[in-house]
């Protein structure tokens, strides 16, 4: 079982990246996948979040609007696509299965994480 998170790079305040979670070993299709960010010096957040059941995306307040969650069944990958990208969004940002909620002890098996860095 192992998720492999990538996409991410350097992009000016305003741009855009895709942020792609990849699996390997099981179907991601049977678990709800959360995307996490954590910035140097802070505690691991939850950004948004995609049920098993239906598909259904939730988002944390600070990035509503801006970010998108999205599932390819065929590639067995989640994107979480991101707009409007702020200097504040600066993070590693990792993947995981399990959930689903918010919090990071409600999932199990985490990647390696992908680095995102906003600035101009």
């Known amino acids: 079982v192992q998720l492999q998170a990538s996409g991410g790079g350097l992009v000016q305040p305003g741009g855009s990246l895709r942020l792609s979670c990849a699996a390997s070993?099981?179907?991601?299709?049977?678990?709800?996948i959360g995307w996490f960010r954590q910035a140097p010096g802070k505690e691991r957040e939850g950004v948004a979040c995609i049920s098993s059941s239906d598909g259904s995306a939730y988002y944390a307040d600070f990035v509503k609007g801006r970010l998108t969650i999205s599932r390819d069944k065929d590639k067995n990958t989640v994107y979480l696509t991101t707009d409007s990208l702020k200097l504040e969004d600066t993070a590693v940002y990792y993947c995981?299965?399990?959930?689903?909620?918010?919090?990071?002890?409600?999932?199990?098996?985490w990647g390696q994480g992908t680095q995102v860095t906003v600035s101009s």
């Open positions: 995981a299965s399990g959930g689903p909620g918010s919090q990071p002890d409600e999932y199990d098996h």
């Open positions: 070993g099981f179907t991601l299709d049977y678990y709800a």
